[in-house]
């Protein structure tokens, strides 16, 4: 069992920053691989950003629309994964969720919800124009 807690999210004017935290517990961190999705009103949760590591260090990937604007990482000393969103636009309004898969996994499977074995609550982002 993997717990996930999500917190950061809130109200925002575009151009703005905020950051989401992940707090996990129940299995080593870095032993399974964790994501952001977000879900709008009416749409199905999408991929923005996922983290694994490997003996190599860590592998961050993302969503070509966050690319450039968005920073995920992790702290194994907090058991937390973060996601620092920077120049947010007013399409990024969305319920943010964190998720967490077990291995085994490959960086093309992150991309996917129905990959994901735990998720936490959730929480909004929104960005005004």
């Known amino acids: 069992q993997v717990q996930l807690v999500e917190s950061g999210g809130g109200l925002v004017q575009a151009g703005g920053s905020l950051r989401l935290s992940c707090t996990t517990s129940?299995?080593?961190?870095?032993?399974?691989?964790l994501a952001w999705f977000r879900q709008a009103p009416g749409k199905e949760r999408v991929f923005v950003s996922a983290?694994?590591?490997?003996?190599?260090?860590?592998?961050?990937t993302y969503t070509d629309s966050v690319k450039g604007r968005f920073t995920i990482s992790g702290d194994n000393a907090k058991n937390a994964v973060y996601l620092q969103m920077n120049s947010l636009k007013p399409e990024d309004t969305a319920f943010y969720y964190c998720?967490?898969?077990?291995?085994?996994?490959?960086?093309?499977?992150?991309?996917?919800?129905?990959?994901?074995?735990?998720w936490g609550q959730g929480t909004q982002v929104t960005v005004s124009s």
């Open positions: 998720g967490a898969m077990l291995p085994p996994f490959n960086i093309a499977a992150m991309e996917w919800a129905q990959n994901y074995d735990y």
């Open positions: 129940g299995r080593t961190f870095g032993s399974f691989g």
């Open positions: 983290i694994s590591w490997s003996g190599s260090g860590a592998t961050p």
